[in-house]
């Protein structure tokens, strides 16, 4: 099973951005250990960051067409991205949804996901494990290959 991480704007900058809000995990931190847990899932896994919504859209329509699955943080893109959204549905790519933070516990407009409607499942709130929580249900999905 092939599975690409994405992770949008600013959280190249964790460890140091927000603590408060993030925890002091870095972003390099959370990447091993996705390659951790991807190898104990027998899965292949590529991890990257990108500031720019193009690069995301991009790396999207890669992940469609080598028919892996996503997950994704999106950062504040989740709640202005329609290409984002898009680029999810029209690939037909299995994806789950992370976030570090409760988004629904913070300010309103971070409430609103333009993800979501397209993803299997949406995990927030638990910090870096959400990641992980992610890639173990996506494998099971992708074996089981249901709906
Ligand atoms: C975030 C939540 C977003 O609202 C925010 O813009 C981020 C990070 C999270 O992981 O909690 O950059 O996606």
């Given at each position: 099973k092939e599975i690409f991480v994405l992770n949008g704007p600013n959280?190249?900058?964790?460890?140091?951005?927000e603590p408060e809000i993030?925890?002091?995990?870095t972003l390099a931190d959370i990447e091993s250990m996705c390659m951790t847990k991807a190898s104990e899932l027998g899965a292949t896994l590529t991890f990257r960051q990108s500031n720019h919504e193009g690069n995301l859209v991009d790396w999207i329509q890669e992940a469609a067409d080598k028919q892996a699955g996503l997950v994704i943080?999106?950062?504040?893109?989740?709640?202005?991205?329609v290409a984002l959204q898009d680029a999810i549905k029209a690939g037909g790519v299995p994806t789950i949804e992370v976030h570090l933070s409760n988004i629904h516990a913070r300010e309103s407009f971070r409430h609103k996901s333009y993800v979501s409607p397209v993803a299997l499942g949406v995990i927030c709130g638990l910090g870096a494990r959400g990641y992980l929580l992610a890639l173990d249900a996506l494998v099971s999905h992708l074996e089981q290959k249901h709906d």
């Open positions: 959280l190249n900058r964790l460890g140091t951005r993030y925890g002091s995990t943080n999106p950062a504040a893109y989740t709640h202005t991205s």
